[in-house]
């Protein structure tokens, strides 16, 4: 099929602003010229297959409007694809407070800004997860099928985006908390034990000596739950095609 121009531009609007909140894509130290490349090599494969667009918008008002539109579809359907490493940031927050290590920071490319030593840990982890396991390619393909279900110049807003956007919010303390709960029960049961010994033993600071004790077992249970942790960080990444198809369907037409 024949490439036609104004097609190839909103796909490649679409594919854009996608993969400016795609993960690993989107990192700061990724070069901007190459997330413009990829998105117009993006355009360039998922056109040729689309059907020229007939809409004709009615001045220059008209076509930003449709620009806009096709810019609110990629970051919607960009945006669920990046909850994954809004969880692992959260669960890494709460195992961070568990074990009294929120002076261990360092940076993170994908937002920019330092975080703490575990929620990088499981960035890192969560990435590599996805790449190795080709779900990168899984997720492109996603965006390729997203056409099927919202064409070109076809997008509007609904309240069910709003609300399937708020449940994926919603998942993302639910599986942050069970990522962190193993973790989260084993300080509990250490202030405990710790809370009793400076019951019985009054002269020691139970409080200031917990926390090596703390920081010593969440490190301990943080390796042995990481298989735990990969299970639901892999349940999470395989739905990643199917929830980028549910937001196209409900920002598609009626």
Sequence with gaps: MSLDPVTWMLVFVRASAFLLVLPIFSATNIPKRVRVALAALLALLIAPGLPAFSLHPAGLL???????????????????????FYVCDFAGRLMTNEMGLNMASTFNPMAGESTQAPAMILFYFSATVLMSLDLHHWVLVGFQNTYALLPVGTAHLQEALLNNIL??????FVVGVQMA???MAVSFIIMLV????GRAVPQ???????????????MIVFAMSLDIMAQHLLNYLRRLPEDMLRVAKFLGPL
């Design 62 to 84: 008209g076509w930003l409007g449709l620009f806009a539109m096709e810019i609110l579809a990629g970051l919607a359907i960009g945006f669920v694809t990046r909850m994954v």
């Design 167 to 172: 449940m994926h919010t919603g998942q993302v």
């Design 181 to 183: 709960a193993p973790l």
């Design 194 to 197: 710790f809370s009793i010994l």
């Design 204 to 218: 020691m600071s139970a409080f200031m000596e917990s926390f090596a004790v703390r920081a010593l077992g969440g």
